[in-house]
């Protein structure tokens, strides 16, 4: 199981503007700012998607994938990408090779990181 995980990011404020309309209809939220990390939640209101500045290192692609509620959640994922003008990587549908019901969303971050919007149902 997955507690929380921290992305790091060359421009915070242009990653919190994507993370925060990504997301908003996962429910999805900005509830810790600490000006060089902040902590996202979602409706149990606990930080569990961090975003930090870059450290001076050399960043690698991530895979993040969030959890939606169902498949119209994932469908507004994939509209906020495609208005933020996102590059989205894999229009929502059903993927047969990870199970019958995997219906899911691929775009990229502004930093080239991989994020998924999935539902089960």
Known sequence: MLDHLALQCDDLAV???FYEQLLAP???TVTMDREVVLGLAGPDGMPRFWLGRTQGGVQREVHVAFAAQDRAAVDAVFAAARAMGAEILHEPRVWPEYHETY???FVRDPDGNNVEAVTHR
């Open 26 to 28: 996962l429910g999805v």
């Open 15 to 17: 990653s919190r503007r």
């Open 103 to 105: 219906y899911g969303v």
